[in-house]
């Protein structure tokens, strides 16, 4: 069982940067893969990125490549995504989940965090 955890949501202008947190609790976290996605109102749920348990081997949606970078801290049960250039169409719902696989499908991962706000103004 993993319990997962975000913060670091919040207001920020285009062009700003936020580093959001999901702090994970229970015995598997080191285990397992985890992944960042993002729901817009009125969108899908949507991929933005992943890491692996083990070498920390990463993906990214493109529309994120080059702006956003997915890391973990297994030591603290943590793991981070740091958003710069941040812009309007980010603004969405940023949550974490973990599973046992590396993939950018949402149906794959087990648990899931509540979720932390992400805005970007113009």
């Known amino acids: 069982q993993v319990q997962l955890v975000e913060s670091g949501g919040g207001l920020v202008q285009a062009g700003g940067s936020l580093r959001l947190s999901c702090a994970a609790s229970g015995r598997t976290f080191s285990n397992a893969d985890m992944g960042w996605f993002r729901q817009a109102p009125e969108k899908e749920r949507e991929f933005v990125a992943a890491?692996?348990?083990?070498?920390?081997?990463?993906r990214y949606a493109d529309s994120v490549k080059g702006r956003f970078t997915i890391s973990r801290d297994n030591a603290k049960n943590t793991v981070y995504l740091q958003m710069n250039s941040l812009k309007p169409e980010d603004t969405a719902v940023y949550s974490c989940?973990?599973?046992?696989?590396?993939?950018?499908?949402?149906?794959?991962?087990?648990?899931w965090g509540q979720g932390t706000q992400v805005t970007v103004s113009s």
């Open positions: 890491i692996t348990w083990g070498i920390g081997a990463t």
């Open positions: 989940a973990a599973g046992p696989y590396f993939t950018t499908d949402p149906r794959q991962y087990h648990y």
